[in-house]
């Protein structure tokens, strides 16, 4: 079983910074892909960011490009995911998740086998 348990949401003005964080623990994978999901009310759960946890290769959603990056250390079990000049509709609810076995960057939903609980961004404008 893997645990991921993401942290660093909350309220902020339009233009500010987060840093959100999720910690893995539990089963380990010789190799695994990682992501940044988020959903806001009403709407589908979309695509942010990925990683690759050997080789650190990325993507990035085009809505964050230029805004958000991403990260991960390795000895610290733990993806990042550097918010600045933050919108009014990057509120929402940002999820991680895991993709077991994954050697390439996964940015699309269904592949992931493992999630979070997920934090709350909110961007007051």
């Known amino acids: 079983q893997v645990v991921l348990v993401e942290s660093g949401g909350g309220l902020v003005q339009a233009g500010g910074s987060l840093r959100l964080s999720c910690v893995v623990s539990?089963?380990?994978?010789?190799?695994?892909?990682m992501g940044w999901f988020r959903q806001a009310p009403g709407k589908e759960r979309e695509f942010v960011a990925a990683i690759t946890w050997i080789g650190g290769s990325t993507s990035l959603a085009d809505s964050v490009k230029g805004r958000f990056t991403i990260s991960r250390d390795i000895v610290k079990n733990t993806m990042s995911l550097q918010m600045n000049s933050l919108k009014p509709e990057d509120t929402a609810v940002y999820y991680c998740?895991?993709?077991?076995?994954?050697?390439?960057?996964?940015?699309?939903?269904?592949?992931?086998?493992?999630w979070g609980q997920g934090t709350q961004v909110t961007v007051s404008s």
């Open positions: 998740a895991l993709a077991a076995t994954r050697a390439q960057v996964v940015t699309t939903r269904y592949p992931y086998d493992y």
């Open positions: 539990g089963r380990t994978f010789s190799r695994y892909a």
